[in-house]
């Protein structure tokens, strides 16, 4: 092998050469539009006449700032809890029934999937006004006298918000507990353990790294949310990536707005990395 | 396992619940659209077709329609063959550099949306893309190409290498035994990766709403701009219509996939 004679290391090298052509004009695509653009955002932060920390001193100490940076990882705190109990029971139930049934709960939850994010604010609009479809059921049915105010507010935000990444929990979810021997919980069950028992003690921990991965990718997603906050939020929920928006198109603080993004984007990258060390990347991101 | 314990009841419940409000939105769509009011009513009043008369009669909508279309086709035109050959190249190649360029390929993914949104517009801006369709063209051929990368692989892990060896060995060059070998086994993946770039570009929002603008801004920065505004049921009618088209589009790349497999 040390060896190899001349016409074959030609051929290698032709062979590497090749598929280096073949990788190129994708690779290109990414440099060129992701990046480059990323790299100018990060160069942007630091250089506006010379280098400057000014951008981070902001971002670090004036209260709108940290403020919204304080509100995004909240919310994504909570969506990623209320996505993980939602999610839970479903990916289970879709996991305990059989072929047919699973297939049925499972297309059910990647239905909305394919339907556009601002369709579905649209949709959630609908629903939640004043005059919605859910304020009118609840003066009908008597509930209520007055409409409740269930949009247009972090509440509206975080119904919609759940709504969209939960496919991303349940599916991470499901994939780990199809991979769960159903003999496990048998042998629990013959060793006189009862189901709740079983359920804790052997199947919960084996499930955790699906909760791991759908929790990370609900997160993330989550800290960098636009659309739905900005339509279902009603101005007051200022998220990151709103505040990004905003000091570009209203405000033209460029500077500023290049150093939150930076920021954003180092805690999300940071979030991979420590995650990585328990599960792989392609278990995160290889749910579509 | 057959008998209904409490616990057990709850699960359907709760999923049952859960499955419920995942549904909802998707389905509360259409029947606004065929209303005649102006808000969703209990009940539902007469049936009628205006904010669709809406929706087509008006330029702009159609404009917009028009620069959608365009986009997501040749976003699929372009990103289909990159994907294939940079999927083909990763999968063969025993370079080790191709695990770091697989990973950047999928970047798009990793990247915050408007992170990537607000970089693209600074430097169009510098280059002056900003407001062309050649600037829109190209920001969803980045967006998709992951898509169509990691459906393609998927189709070459089950295509045994050997086949294109035995093709060349008998006298096919490289790129005859790709296209007469390789590319039909893994066609439907292939097809699979092109029409989710599509509806990828179709549903592409942020990205537009800030380097698109003048004729050539797609339907989502006109619904985006209008839900801002106002509640309008024409937005109803142009949803049900794009969602009709994804789903279509959906079945059409599952049925393909399942062909292949």
Known sequence: ??????????????EHGLMLALVSPALLVILALIVLPVGWLAWQSIYHDGFTLENYRRVFTEDIYWRSFALTFEISLAVTGIALLLGYPVAYLANSVPKGWSILILSLVVLPFWTGVLVRAYAWLALLQRTGVINQLLRYLDVTSEPLALVHNTF???VATVHILLPFMVLPLYATMQKIPSDLMQAGASLGASPSLTFVRVFLPLSLPGVLAGCTMVFVLCLGFYITPELLGGGRTVMVSMLVSRNVELYNQFGAASAVAVVLLASVLLIFAVVSRFISLDRILGQK | M?????ARLALYVISALVLVYLILPVLIIAPISFSS???????????????YQQYFANPAWMQATRVTLTVALL??????????????????????IMRVVH??????????IIITAVGIFFVYAKVGLVATLPGLVLANVMLGLPYVIISVLAGLQSFDPA???VARSLGMNRLRSFFAVTLPQIKSSVVAGGIFAFISAMDETIVALFISGGQYQPLTKRMFTALRDEI?????AISTLMTAASFMLVLLASARQRKGA
């Open chain 2, 75 to 96: 976003t699929v035109v372009i990103a289909t063959p990159l994907g294939v050959s940079a999927a083909y190249a990763i999968s063969q190649s025993k370079l080790r």
């Open chain 2, 232 to 236: 309008d049921p024409t937005i109803a």
């Open chain 2, 2 to 6: 057959m008998r209904l314990s409490p």
């Open chain 2, 163 to 165: 086949q294109e060896m």
């Open chain 1, 1 to 14: 092998m040390t060896s190899t004679p001349d016409p074959s290391q030609k051929q290698q090298r032709r």
């Open chain 2, 37 to 51: 009011a102006r808000f969703l009513t209990f009940p539902p009043p007469s049936f009628s077709l205006r904010w």
């Open chain 1, 156 to 158: 509206g935000a975080v």
């Open chain 2, 103 to 112: 990973m950047m390929l999928l970047l798009p993914l990793v990247v915050p």
